[in-house]
């Protein structure tokens, strides 16, 4: 796992407002039984076996915030490797929430009536909600809106930045520490003055369960990784709760 480019993942994830980034914050928590050897390793050791298990999974649940100055974006995604997904994403300042299902090149998308006055300068946002009406936007990926919104659906992406190795890497090993009740291995690192650590478990697979980062700027990161390789089944919301794009004008 690189710093900077898991944190370029976590920012593609949130369309682009997110820079550079390094882990930050050392788990702690009590001694707990592991299975697969990597408390053990050393902290380079481990970082490379998690890359490894990170660049084989077929799909996982993602949970992020990323925090600058216009505010705080939040995810919380499921993707797979055949580019099917499904989640949610707010915003920076608050401002609404959009949810997203992808399945293959398909993509639906439900912009709240907080979001669209958001993205929908004066009048208009209110005609555009009158006229989606509670309903998904409905397109492939083709459209360049959906196509924009839908990147953080890209497991490919996401495996390829968190699975490479940077040049000059340091690391060092920390404590042991659970996350959401899993056991895993705390690893640190510090460039400048950007700091941070990613947790990888101690159980079955070193999968990487959590990044946490800031900036000497102040930009911070945050992301758990769960459900790794569990079937990802988007449902695509009902004829009538949806609107193909090309019908608005």
């Known amino acids: 796992m690189s710093a900077p480019r898991a944190a370029a993942a ?12 390094v882990f930050a914050g050392a788990g702690t928590g009590t001694a707990l039984a592991d299975d697969n050897g990597m408390a053990d390793k050393s ?12 660049s084989q999974v077929t799909s996982m649940r993602m949970v992020a915030k990323v925090t600058e100055g216009s505010g705080t974006t939040a995810l919380d995604i499921r993707f797979d ?10 915003p920076p300042g608050g401002s609404g929430r959009a949810d997203v299902i992808k ?6 998308m439900k912009l709240d009536d907080e979001l669209l006055r958001a993205q929908v300068p004066g009048a208009a946002a209110e005609d555009a909600i009158a006229l989606i009406d509670g309903r ?13 919104f839908a990147q953080f659906c890209d497991l490919d992406y996401f495996k390829s930045e968190f699975s490479t190795k940077p040049a000059n890497e340091q690391l060092t090993k920390g404590a042991r520490s659970t996350v959401d009740g899993r056991p895993a291995i705390t690893v640190t690192g510090k460039r400048g003055g950007d700091t ?5 478990s101690t159980q079955d697979e070193p999968y990487l369960l959590r990044i946490q980062g800031a900036k000497a700027s102040g930009e ?16 695509p919301p009902a004829p009538a709760d949806s ?4 019908e608005l004008r």
């Open 136 to 148: 998904y936007l409905h397109g492939t990926t083709d459209n360049i809106m959906l196509r924009d």
């Open 81 to 90: 490797e055949a580019g099917n997904c499904v989640g949610t994403v707010r």
């Open 43 to 54: 902290a380079q050791a481990i970082a490379d076996a998690s890359r490894k298990a990170m």
């Open 196 to 200: 941070g650590t990613y947790q990888v």
């Open 243 to 246: 609107v193909d794009l090309s």
């Open 10 to 21: 976590i920012r593609r994830a949130a369309a682009g407002t997110v820079c550079l980034i």
């Open 220 to 235: 911070r990161v945050e992301a758990t990784f769960s459900a790794f390789d569990e079937p990802v089944r988007p449902k």
């Open 103 to 108: 399945r293959g090149n398909d993509v639906w």
